[in-house]
């Protein structure tokens, strides 16, 4: 029955997006799914990516997804793109909430669940620096499968608050993508000694040294470096 399906598009006054539809052969009830895009080419070629889906039983409702066919269909469409950094960073963290969670279905993942997943990674003693850094990757990470329609809306995550007492730190430390985009922006500005920079770079980001603390000088000396 399910070569019965034929996905179609039509528009909507009230979408700036075209729509997606079909009619469900066994309950006759019309199913629809945003397009993602106002231009008619790519929304018949997604639907005919979804009508294939649909046909041979590779689509699942939002709610029956799985968290690992979730995290392939993220990984595959949108981090492949994205810098080694990046990657690894990402699936350090959806190795957390694996281990901590365990999330069988994508919509386990609520507002409840990501409270507790914090509470226990600060329970086993993680830096709020570093619980910050991961709650971006999974909040990105959630944020596409909202974009995607396969999650209804983001949990709430808090983000993690400064303690009483503590120093309020001069700007932010770098994440792993601006840093990789800081090394590609090298060759560019310094061509004639691009390998140096790189490794101070590198150093700086892997021993956590303030600049002053990494590059040693002598008398007026200063480094000049400028990323732009």
Known sequence: MNDEIKVTVCKYPDRANLVLRYVDPLTGKQRTKSAGTPHEAEAIGRAAVWEDELRTGRYQAPSKLTWAEFRKRYEDEKLATRAPRTRATAAVAFGHLERVLNPDRLSKLTSDTMSRFQAKLREEGMKDTTLAKNLRHIHAALSWGVAMELLVKVPKMHKPERQ??????????????????????????????????????RGLWLSGLRLGEAVPYRGTWKLRFKLT
């Open 164 to 201: 009483r007492g503590a120093k309020l730190m001069k700007g932010r430390p770098i994440v792993a993508e601006e840093f990789d985009r800081m090394l590609a922006a090298v060759p560019k500005i310094r061509p004639l000694d691009a390998p140096e920079w790189e490794r101070l770079l």
